[in-house]
């Protein structure tokens, strides 16, 4: 089978690192790709968002199966191009349509599709351009802190929690008023906070039938401790001790199960990766977002744990016959920490010489902000790669990874020491 993967980050890399083990793969092409995906496949220079050219890739190619990595493509409705192209139509492509990406595309149409369907999310309200005084009187109602998030896609940047009502209120003005995140910002989902712990869990879907896949936990500031801005993610572990046979059960009837079915009733062709973004609250789950593609940093500790070939699984998509396979999984746990650019999220610099790959041993090396000049890596990005390692503990494998980090080494690296430590009290 001859695949085509876009994307340049880590989840790619990682997507190309399972890919690439498939039996039934002849070859696989990555684009645009970045230093580390080039192990596994041949990088092209080509823009997942400029669709003609990925069309005219694809046929030239002869490929036969796209894997869409990040959402972009997706909420700008590649699946959909592909489907209205005579030429092209025939060709699996693993990704929803832009009507499915609207779950991440959308905060406010993805609130509106859980109220629909009986989904448990925070109660909120919506607020337009224009409504910012409508807003600043919303956010007196509702008890500290406060959680403001732009409605479209803002790089996982789009989200401001604070305790202060008048940073709220200010923040509130930056984003409707003042395009703090451009069009992203036009509309901003104003809704209760939720005090408890967090769980990302993932599906894979052919629109009817559904797979689970495993459950992670991610580490998004910067910070240790869970301070400062929130980043692309800091790190991931897998699986998640508290996300037990109870709580996963609650998961599947309450969650997973309402929106699969959700999507059918409304139409909506969905054909690929569901990121549920839930909070465990008391016992109970609820949802704090919809990703309409595989998660990252949770993809570098997620994928390893995969055990069943990807490619034959995307192969049963297209036939809506999911249901006939199951996923084998390795138990052991996973544990993933990013090496990251002094500054970020800020303002960070690039071109950095990076040295002291050569001693991955074990572990999985998956990069992200990544390129490659003469037989130098470099980085290119704020997020510059994860560390992955397994082990039969979840300290055992935080070890490993933290140790791997000390030896790879680039000018102003950062990483978080503290990962996966809440989940080993």
């Known amino acids: 089978m001859k695949v085509l993967l876009l994307g340049s980050g880590g989840r790619e890399h990682a997507l190309a690192w399972k890919i690439a083990q498939s039996q039934l793969l002849t070859t696989l092409f990555i684009a645009p790709g970045n230093a580390g995906t080039r192990q596994h496949g041949t990088n092209i220079d080509l823009n997942p968002e400029d669709f003609e050219a990925v069309g005219t890739f694809v046929l030239e190619n002869k490929i036969q199966l796209v894997v869409v990595g990040p959402e972009k493509p997706l909420v700008g409705g590649i699946v959909d191009y592909f489907q209205a192209h005579p030429a092209l139509e025939s060709v699996e492509i693993i990704g929803p349509s832009k009507a499915g990406a609207m779950l991440e595309g959308s905060k406010d149409f993805a609130k509106a599709f859980m109220l629909r369907h009986n989904i448990p999310t925070a109660s909120y309200q919506t607020f337009c351009t224009g409504e910012s005084e409508k807003g600043k009187m919303f956010l007196k109602t509702l008890s500290p802190p406060y959680v403001l998030k732009a409605d479209g896609l803002a790089a996982g940047k789009g989200v401001i929690i604070t305790s202060n009502l008048g940073e709220a209120q200010n923040i509130l003005t930056e984003m409707l008023d003042r395009e703090m995140f451009g069009d992203a910002g036009k509309k901003v ?18 629109g009817k039938n559904y797979l689970i896949l495993p459950e992670a936990k991610d580490y998004k500031r910067v910070g240790e401790g869970n301070t400062g801005p929130n980043t692309g993610g800091m790190g991931s572990v897998s699986p998640v001790p508290f996300a037990n046979p109870e709580l996963m059960g609650k998961i599947e009837e309450r969650i997973i199960k309402p929106t699969i079915s959700g999507l059918f009733e ?5 054909k690929g990766f569901i990121f549920f973004g839930l909070i465990n609250v008391g016992g109970n789950p609820l949802v704090i977002e919809y990703n309409c593609r595989m998660g990252d940093p949770e993809s570098e500790a997620v994928i390893p744990r995969i055990k069943t070939d990807l490619l034959k699984l995307f192969q049963a998509i297209k036939k809506q016959r999911l249901n006939e396979h199951q996923i084998e999984l390795n138990p052991n746990y996973s544990a993933s920490v990013f090496l990251v650019s002094g500054g970020y999220p800020d303002s960070y610099e690039k071109g ?33 790669m994860a560390i992955t390692s397994m082990d039969e503990t979840l300290a055992g494998a935080l070890k490993k990874s933290y140790r791997l980090a000390e030896k790879i080494d680039f000018e102003k690296k950062y990483y978080r020491k503290d990962i996966g430590n809440d989940l080993m009290v």
């Open 189 to 206: 989902v104003i809704e209760e906070f939720l005090d408890g712990i967090e769980l990302s869990v993932f599906v894979l879907t052919d």
């Open 266 to 270: 409304e139409g909506i062709d969905y």
């Open 352 to 384: 950095k010489a990076i040295t002291g790959l050569e001693n991955q041993g074990e572990s999985i090396l998956f990069h992200a902000g990544t390129d490659f000049r003469g037989n130098t890596v470099l980085t290119s990005g704020g997020r510059v």
